[in-house]
């Protein structure tokens, strides 16, 4: 099982979830990091290569964190050119047809604001639909999502045992379903 970990972060300099996230998994056999922003600084994303990449891999994460409950500008330009007709959906748009694919997310709100009643009312698996609905498109399976949440209360101690878990999950999600 060859996994595709697409991370998607505009100032991994300034990062801690996903720069601790993306070090440890570059550690990982059968485990291929694309750091996104690093390959595309211009935003000129080489379809072909990137479909290329997807059919190399049998599971693809899309790491990010959150921004304005969604993706980084990026990776949602990677979804326009990337998942294209006649390649992720259309009549013979079928390549990645049963591969998994999974989401891991950092977000500065914690879990309990994303609730009914909290202050972001909706929780991530709402606000991740149009991601699983693109999934289910083109035929993927959609595992559930790695999060981090709440930037202001994360200590050095949970970011460990987060990114530990987090190659752990990557590598293996049936184990944690
Ligand atoms: C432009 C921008 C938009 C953001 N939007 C959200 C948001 O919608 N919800 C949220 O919980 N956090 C939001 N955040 C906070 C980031 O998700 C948080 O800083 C990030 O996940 C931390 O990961 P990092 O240490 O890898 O940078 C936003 C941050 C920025 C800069």
Redesign the pocket.
Known sequence: MKTLVIVA?PNLD??????AWMNRLQQEENVTVHNLYAQYPTFEIDAEKEQQLLLEHDRIVLQF?????STPALLKQWQDVVLAYGFAYGSEGNKLHGKEFMLAI????PAEAYQAGGYNRYSMSELTRPLQATANLSGMHFLPSFLLQG?MKLTEERLQESTEAFAAYVTNPTLHN
């Open positions: 972060h300034q990062s801690r979830v996903n720069k964190p959150f921004y304005w409950y950092s977000s500065g709100g930037m």
